[in-house]
């Protein structure tokens, strides 16, 4: 039987404006904390140092969506305790509720706070970073990576096991011993908080896309269109997934690194 195989890195988008694999992690790291996990800097601090980094173009409206959407997922914006970054939780989700309510009079707020209430137990923030905190603080002389932090997710996930952490919150006090403990369902948390990260970056890098670029975009999918047409005889799905560099295959939906396209005819 034979078999075609076309690869594409995340290199092929880099000349229409896209970030590549090391671009999503420089700039999620910050995003995250991960250099001022002992001490919290505000997410304004973060943006700045993206800006500053000159890593990711990210204007005021990408900069509040940040903030709102990384609060209302338990971020703390700087705070030192669960306590703190559960009423800074509570209060973006009112601010977002009342911004509704401005554009949408007549809707129905009680049902709204629900939904989100409901949305946000898909997603652990809180999991992510300190997975990332404490990849960084047991490796102090490697260099930690994207691909690394999302295969110790992964790993644990089809050993359905735990991964003991370090309390991300510097004054929480707790009886383990600042210990946390990352379980099954926090760890699929952690990756669907990976997925919504990484698609904010694209959605607004999309939006603020350079109209330079446009007949770029216009030939990069023209090439795929071709590339396509070519082999749409032999085109049954054989397998879909990401190309490892340590030892274990990563989901396609954590969006990086290289795909590997099987046609078998």
């Known amino acids: 039987m034979d078999k075609t195989l076309i690869i ?17 992690y420089n700039t999620l790291k910050i995003l995250l904390d991960e250099e001022n996990y002992k001490s ?8 700045a140092r993206i800006k500053e980094a000159n890593v990711m173009f990210l204007d005021e409206c990408a900069e509040k969506d940040f903030v709102m959407a990384l609060s209302m997922l338990f971020d703390g914006n700087g705070a030192r305790t669960t306590r703190d970054a559960n009423e800074c939780c509570e209060q973006s989700l009112s601010e977002y509720c009342s911004l509704y309510q ?22 652990s923030l809180t999991d992510l970073k300190a997975i990332m905190y404490s990849l960084k603080e047991s490796s102090p002389v490697e260099k930690i990576s994207l691909i690394k932090i999302l295969t110790t997710i992964n790993k644990a996930i089809e050993s359905n096991i735990a991964i003991p952490t370090n309390e991300i919150f510097p004054d929480e006090k707790k009886e383990t011993r600042q210990l946390y403990y990352c379980d099954r369902n926090k760890l699929d948390g952690a990756l669907n908080t990976y997925k919504l990260l990484v698609y904010k970056l694209f959605k607004h890098l999309l939006r603020n896309m350079n109209t330079s670029l446009l007949s770029k975009y216009e030939d990069f999918f023209i ?19 990401f190309e490892r560099t340590i030892s274990h295959p990563l989901r396609i939906s954590h969006i990086t690194g290289t795909l590997f396209y099987h046609f078998s005819g």
Request: proline residues 5%; positive net charge; glycine residues 4%.
């Open 8 to 24: 594409v890195g995340a290199g092929m988008s880099k000349s229409l404006g896209l970030p590549t694999t090391s671009d999503i």
């Open 40 to 47: 919290p800097s505000s997410l304004r601090q973060r943006l």
């Open 102 to 123: 401005k554009y949408f009079p007549s809707a129905n707020i009680d049902a709204l706070r629900h939904h989100l209430r409901y949305t946000f137990k898909q997603y």
């Open 223 to 241: 090439d795929w269109q071709r590339i396509f047409q070519a082999f749409i005889h032999l085109m049954t799905w054989k397998n879909l997934f």
